[in-house]
């Protein structure tokens, strides 16, 4: 009879060690999983701020090449201050309050 309850003992201890175990194996691989997905994410993040930035990058170069075109001047000054050559009538919409 002790030898039994010797036996079951040991099967008790050996189960709870083994769960223990699996509970730690399982514990750090959900981690890693959530660490991989963070880092998956901020590079997925980074991989749009550098299209992003390429494309600036190649809006400036053509920038760069126009500014000695006369028309070029004049579309840049149209579009980002408003300017109209001489002769143009400029019709501006004003917001309702």
């Given amino acids: 009879m002790n030898v039994k309850k010797q036996s079951s003992s040991l099967k008790l201890w050996f189960f709870l060690l083994w769960s223990m175990m699996a509970f730690v ?3 750090a691989a959900i981690l890693k999983f959530y660490k991989m ?5 901020k ?3 980074y ?3 550098i299209t992003a930035l390429e494309q600036r990058q190649k809006d400036l170069m053509i920038d760069i090449q126009n ?8 579309l840049a000054l149209m579009e980002e201050l408003g300017v109209i050559p ?3 009538i400029k019709i501006t919409y004003l917001e309702d309050p």
């Fill in 86 to 88: 001489e002769g143009a």
């Fill in 43 to 45: 590079m997925r993040s």
């Fill in 47 to 49: 991989k749009q701020k």
């Fill in 67 to 74: 500014k000695d075109d006369p028309i070029w001047i004049e």
């Fill in 37 to 41: 997905k963070r880092l998956d994410d």
């Fill in 25 to 27: 194996t399982l514990s």
